[in-house]
């Protein structure tokens, strides 16, 4: 968003843009003051995404950098995408090997229940630990559960473990004990390392101290790179 | 014999944005900036470099959204459109800076350019650009590789096999389509790659498939040589890891080439710097700024104190950048060398809008290499994984991981708290595509036109374009409503269908507007489709 586009704005879009980004303006604030403060938390936010992307991404933003900048318009009257499709499912969805997404959603007859059920104690999602990608119960692992409102619809988890799998259930809790309303997709979670070898020759250390890998900008988990290995990226460095 | 081994690999793609219901639409002008900047001045470079008798070998991918458009009427006639607005723009621009001794011979330089790409687009190419890669394809000197229909981003779509196959199958049909032949490499979108991903690439007839570096170097086993020789994942499928330490050299917007002061600056723009009186005509709406592609300064430092672009010493510095990368390549292959069995291969894929769109001297930069790689006898040669795989054939088997060559190597990018909204409603779109594929097995006519006009909805809404932008905060509002239209048509249909009442007219307009993929059929979706395309794959090779 350009400047001169924020002073092309009515001060109903300007409010808007000001909560939006979390502006705190004082009552009295006159328009020029509140188009700079919108302006400067718009660039803050920018600045901080565009530190965060490296190259790769940075290049490809440049593919639809044609610099308009358009209000986030809202959607008109019937042209809204439903909160839900009445159905009782959960998905889980790998982002990366720390972090997971999951959506679920609820059929209505099923939402209106526990919305009027005294007995109704909270919904939670039960994370599984599993040996396999695989339903038995045998394969679980481990366990722990995320409580989660009847209001909530998705959630991000924190997955203790790498190079392993999860899966989930959506859980109601009440009188009568625990009621599990859906089960998720297994997902495959990396080790996000490289791989422990110990036998690995020389070269083969010496090959990948030669890869690159002081840049290759991955999120790592685990063991940290081992020091013959590192050695040898220092003689590369120097040489 | 070489030393060692280049595969450059330009991975050309644009989302299929084309919208015959307004007179003019600004997120199309992301096609005519990449034909203007990037297409045309590549196959020129290539034209020189055939006039010269420069061998020369590269991969490039050309999306199945990008190969629509480019072969689609009416973005055609508004290219030309656009050219001849930036013609009159660049004719007033020379008038308005005449006699300015550093602006006057890029106004010049501007309108001589605009002039020629109407040259090229109307006589030589006959508004079809794709002519002129299909003249390398078929010389082979260029290897075009597939890529997805949409461009989805798959890891994030695993759990629909069906859908990832129909991704596979449609572009790669597409290609077809086009250029005679199906392809026998692969461009996963964003390098996102999940393990099992091989077994449909197979499935379509790939042989080979491009990955991050990472998603080898933290395999289940370490490859002995690095990225620097191809693998094969279980399925005996080959893929080659990109190289990180020549990426970043043309990739980093501070540390690599792109960002040298002498270059062409991208963001200082006319759109932005001329009085909206005179630059209105020109501009969104005529008055809402936008960059117009006139740029007349250098990067020349970090303050916002520019100095006036000079084309002579850009073009100079672009050769010396081409030196400088060959020489850093060949003195990664000298260490590389006694370490390894077999000559090493450097992988770089680069997106091809790079060259020219963000980085002006971007294709100079490309000639120059490819000049200058002519010139060392031999010790560096540029190849295609198609010839290097002929004489070395891969020999260590690993099971890639999950990766990308976004932000951390993952998924960050495509799914976060800006845009993982959309998943929900796409993943139900496949689901409910899959029901109908199975509850409308052989349907023809307009149920069947509306089978097919539904799995295009389905397939368009998935592009990484959308989560992307909508990460990037840049034209959100734009990406928004493409995934949430394309969803609601899907809907709508689908709804249509359950109630055995379609409209046509409504239906048609659509087919009109959406109209990618002509050939689609529906039944891709179908859980028992076979996923194998049509021609034998042994018959289409080159």
Known sequence: MTRTRLESLTAEALERLANQYAVDLPVDADRESIISAVYEAIEEVREERDSGNNNAIRIEEKKYGIQYDEQDEEPQEGESLPQGYNETRIVLVLRDPAWAFTYWDLKETILNKYENDPEFQGMLIRVFELSEASDERDAIMDSFDIPVQLSDSSWYINLPEQDTHYRLELVSSSGDGDEVLARSNIVSVPKGFFADDNNASFQEDAILALSGIEHLGVSAFGNRVPQRILAQLDQQLMA | ?542
């Open chain 2, 1 to 542: 014999m070489a030393k060692g081994y280049l595969v450059l690999m330009l991975h050309a793609h644009l989302p299929f944005v084309r919208h015959p219901e307004y007179p003019s639409f600004l997120e199309e002008n992301w096609l005519f900036e990449a034909i203007s900047e990037t297409y045309l001045p590549l196959l020129r470079v290539f034209d020189r470099l055939e006039a010269d008798s420069i061998p020369f070998s590269i991969c490039m991918s050309l999306s199945p959204t990008l190969l629509a458009m480019l072969q689609d009427d009416l973005l055609r006639q508004r290219y030309v459109t656009y050219l001849e607005r930036h013609i009159e723009l660049a004719e007033r621009e020379v008038d308005r800076v005449q006699h300015d001794p550093s602006f006057e011979p890029l106004a010049q330089m501007y309108r001589d350019l605009y002039r020629q790409d109407l040259i090229d687009f109307e006589e030589k190419y006959g508004r079809d650009v794709l002519k002129g890669f299909d003249y390398y394809y078929k010389k082979g000197r260029i290897e075009l590789v597939g890529a997805a229909a949409t461009h989805p981003y798959l890891p994030l779509y695993q759990q629909f096999p069906v859908m990832v196959n129909a991704q596979l199958q449609v572009g790669t049909e597409s290609q077809h389509a086009y250029f005679g032949k199906f392809p026998s490499g692969f461009w996963l979108p964003e390098c996102g790659y999940f393990p099992g991903l091989e077994s449909h690439l197979k499935n379509n007839g790939i042989r080979y498939f491009f990955a991050a570096a990472h998603s080898i170097l933290f395999a289940d086993r370490r490859p002995p040589a690095g990225v620097y020789e191809p693998v094969m994942t279980p399925n005996g499928t080959v893929v080659f890891g990109r190289d990180i330490a020549s990426a970043n050299m043309v990739w980093s917007s501070e540390d690599g080439y792109p960002g040298d002061f002498s270059y062409r600056d991208f963001y200082r723009d006319i759109g932005y710097d001329l009085p909206v009186d005179y630059i209105g005509p020109y501009v969104h709406d005529g008055n809402i700024r936008i960059n117009t592609g006139f740029k007349y300064y250098a990067i020349t430092g970090k303050s916002d104190q520019k100095q006036p672009y000079v084309p002579r010493v850009a073009a100079g510095k672009a050769v010396e950048h081409a030196e400088n990368f060959i020489y850093n390549q060949l003195k990664q292959i000298s260490k590389l060398t006694p370490l390894m069995k077999q000559p090493p291969v450097i992988t770089c894929p680069y997106d091809a809008e790079l060259f020219g769109h963000w980085w002006f001297e971007g294709p100079a930069w490309l000639e120059a290499v490819i000049r200058k790689l002519a010139e060392t006898n031999g010790e560096l040669e540029l190849t295609t994984p198609t010839a290097f795989l002929k004489t070395y054939p891969p020999t260590t088997t690993i099971q890639p991981i999950y990766s990308s060559w976004g932000n951390n190597g993952y998924s960050e990018v495509w799914l976060d708290g800006s845009n993982d909204w959309i998943y929900r409603h796409t993943h139900t779109a496949i689901e409910r595509m899959m029901e109908l594929a199975q509850r409308f097995p052989d349907d023809h006519g307009l149920k069947e036109r509306a089978l097919n006009q539904a799995a295009r909805e389905v397939l368009l809404s998935q592009a990484s374009d959308w989560p992307f932008i909508m990460h990037a905060g840049t034209t959100v509002g734009y990406a928004n409503r493409r995934v949430r239209e394309h969803v609601m048509n899907f809907d709508r249909i689908y709804e249509a269908l359950g109630r055995g009442n379609i409209g046509t007219e409504w239906l048609t307009q659509l087919e009109k507007r959406d109209n990618i993929f002509p050939n689609v059929n529906y039944r891709v979706f179908r859980a028992d489709s076979n996923p194998v395309p049509k021609l034998p794959a042994q018959l289409a090779r080159h």
